[in-house]
């Protein structure tokens, strides 16, 4: 039986009640055989290519946001973006294209599971993740992202992306080891046909970078820090910036407000904490220059501590959390997947709105890092929060 995986579930805002296309539709040479997710922007299927009876992910942009010019101008970004990308570590798109009005993109199938996925699977069975597989998911996260941070258009320039949404949900793992990064949905690149306004805020408040929370400018840099994010937490299994609202989490994000992995985990080893530590500086200038510099820190770590970076650990650890397995579904929205490091509330002086122009898209308290930042809210007015540190 296929999988059911979580790794394709799309991160927007849920929008309840929005028709999802009838399963055995046909889109292209592909038919539909079940809906894996339904998010606020698209919805993914497994679907069967009719010719050869291979699975894909399909990735629909729902007909809500067909009318709308910039859903429509970001989804055709991703297939653009996506078509121009070759890695073994990055989700390969198929077949972009549209059907009676139906856009859909075509893509990789993972037989496996997301990293959100993961870290449940392992809570349910109280396993551990061996810092030798953390650290080789990571490691090979790296080199896919890097592959995108350097390429360049058919013409020569390169295309400055960022994916900006680097996050437990956007990294799969394969039952065979594989490790892909996936949903480019909220890209940056130079041939993007939609502009994302200055102070606008994309992405996982969980995961944003500083200057993302703020609504700066990015760079390549943005995805070092989630990287730094997702490593800490498959590593220490808990949450790096809590809050109890998506703004007090951005507000820790900006203030460098986390548990040392070192104060979160006894035995913690110290060169991986280092890593992780440098990745999440606050300042871009003092973060690992590039995804490739944070892949060669992370060969050095394990290197000091006898690590074999590769498929080998991955696949060991997929097949300890689910050898009985015939079908590994979604974790549980409310189950909780990572703990909150135990620390000291501080009372933290915040300014009473975030700088001008800045859009706390769809600001919701959600109690995980999945809702992304999109709509029009006002952030709440706040003088003097309490947050853990």
Same mark, same amino acid.
């Given at each position: 039986?296929?999988?059911?995986?979580?790794?394709?579930?799309?991160?927007?805002?849920?929008? @309840?009640g929005q028709p999802a296309l009838p399963l055995q539709t046909r889109l292209g040479s592909y038919e539909l055989?079940?809906?894996? #997710?339904?998010?606020?922007?698209a919805d993914v299927y497994l679907a069967r290519q009719l010719a050869t009876g291979e699975h894909r992910a399909v990735k629909v942009l729902n007909q809500a946001c067909a009318h709308d010019a910039e859903a429509r101008a970001m989804f055709h970004d991703e297939a653009r973006l996506l078509g121009m990308l070759r890695h073994d570590h990055l989700a390969a798109v198929h077949e972009a294209n549209s059907d009676s009005g139906v856009h859909y993109l075509a893509m990789e199938y993972v037989d496996g599971a997301d990293l959100r996925g993961l870290l449940a699977a392992a809570e349910r069975q109280d396993a551990a993740i061996s810092y030798e597989a953390a650290v080789s998911i990571i490691a090979?996260?790296?080199?896919?992202?890097?592959?995108?941070?350097?390429?360049?258009?058919p013409d020569g320039q390169p295309l400055h992306l960022v994916h900006r949404d680097v996050s437990l949900s956007n990294i799969m793992v394969g039952r065979d080891g594989s490790v892909k990064v996936v949903d480019f949905g909220i890209a940056t690149a130079t041939i993007s046909s939609h502009e994302t306004s200055p102070g606008v805020v994309r992405g996982k408040t969980s995961y944003m970078s500083p200057e993302q929370c703020l609504g700066d400018a990015v760079d390549l840099r943005t995805d070092v820090f989630a990287l730094g994010?997702?490593?800490?937490?498959? *590593?220490?299994?808990?949450?790096?910036f809590v809050g109890n609202s998506d703004f007090e989490r951005m507000l820790a994000v900006v203030h460098?407000?986390? &548990?040392?992995? &070192?104060? !979160?985990?006894?035995? =913690?080893?110290v060169?991986?904490? $280092?890593?992780?530590?440098?990745?999440l500086a606050l300042d871009p200038a003092e973060r690992f220059a590039s995804a490739a510099a944070l892949f060669e820190a992370l060969e050095h770590a394990a290197a000091v501590h006898g690590?074999?970076?590769?498929?080998? $650990?991955?696949?060991? *650890?997929?097949? #300890?959390?689910? #050898?009985?397995?015939t079908e590994i579904v979604a974790a549980d929205d409310t189950e909780p997947v990572l703990r909150s490091a135990r620390v000291e509330p501080t009372v933290v !002086?915040? @300014?009473?709105? =975030?700088?001008?122009? &800045?859009?706390c898209s769809a600001i919701a308290a959600a109690d995980y890092d999945d809702e992304p930042t999109r709509g029009r809210r006002s952030a709440p007015r706040l003088g003097r929060i309490r947050h853990a540190a």
């Open positions: 039986m296929q999988n059911r995986s979580a790794g394709w579930l799309v991160e927007e805002a849920m929008s @309840p055989v079940r809906l894996l #997710a339904q998010g606020g922007m090979a996260a790296a080199r896919g992202l890097d592959h995108a941070h350097r390429r360049c258009s994010i997702v490593l800490y937490e498959l *590593t220490t299994r808990r949450r790096c460098g407000n986390y &548990t040392r992995p &070192t104060e !979160a985990v006894e035995g =913690f080893p060169e991986l904490a $280092a890593v992780i530590e440098r990745a690590w074999t970076l590769g498929a080998e $650990a991955i696949t060991a *650890t997929m097949q #300890a959390l689910y #050898a009985d397995a !002086a915040i @300014p009473r709105r =975030f700088p001008r122009g &800045t859009d």
